[in-house]
């Protein structure tokens, strides 16, 4: 167990709220230690802390108590669920199809309509890790695949994800061009087009 992990258990243990010097004793570590996890634990709404009246001199100390929830720290599997959806829509007649209507459904969304279309677009691929260049006169290539893995598995659902996010943002700007998308050229990058006259990845 981490020491996160450690004060968040002894806070749950406790049954009534405590203060750091009562957690600290209770798990032998220094209260420094304790202070930094609660705050975090607080910051997550994993604690609640409360500051008592002031009685004498001195600051009022403050009170913890934990509260119900799934501690959102440590490390996540986010790869293992995106082979289970891909394998799913996979099997499914329209599929892709689906696949591409939830990326531009989520293209849309991370829009910014206050940039140009193009810009906006290239904004989005290089935040999401597909290393863009512009290849005249309509071409964009991505360099990486952030779904590397699933992509080489299921290129016809997760290709089609990703046309869709940049069909999302284009008609977030209320561009009527459309997008097409050539997986792998040469092996080592991806080609899209835009105002391609296919709509469907190859």
């Known amino acids: 167990m981490t020491a996160r992990a450690d004060v968040l258990g002894a806070l749950r243990d406790a049954g ?4 750091v010097a009562d957690l600290a004793g ?7 230690t304790v202070r930094f996890h609660l705050r975090a634990l607080t910051d997550d709404g994993l604690a609640d802390a409360q500051t008592e009246s002031a009685v004498g001199p001195g600051r009022p100390r403050i009170r913890y108590r934990a509260r119900p929830g799934m501690d959102p720290s440590g490390s996540r599997e986010y790869g293992t669920l995106a082979r289970a959806l ?9 599929g892709p199809r689906r696949a591409a209507d939830a990326g531009r459904a989520l ?5 910014h309509r ?8 290239l904004h989005m691929l290089a935040s999401m890790g597909f290393d863009p260049v512009v290849a005249p006169p309509s071409q964009i290539r991505l360099r990486r695949c952030p779904f590397l893995e699933t992509a080489r598995e299921s290129p016809e659902i997760t290709c089609s994800v990703h046309r869709g996010l940049m069909q999302g943002v284009l008609d977030a700007h209320g561009s009527d061009t459309r997008v097409g998308l050539d997986p792998f050229v040469d ?4 080609v ?4 391609a006259a296919r709509t469907t990845t190859r």
């Open 16 to 19: 009534s709220s405590v203060t």
């Open 26 to 32: 209770t798990l032998g570590v220094p209260a420094t």
């Open 86 to 94: 891909v394998t799913a829509l996979a099997v499914i007649p329209d």
């Open 107 to 111: 293209g849309a969304d991370r829009a």
């Open 114 to 121: 206050t940039d140009d279309a193009t810009s906006d677009l």
């Open 187 to 190: 092996g080592d990058h991806c």
């Open 192 to 195: 899209a087009h835009i105002d």
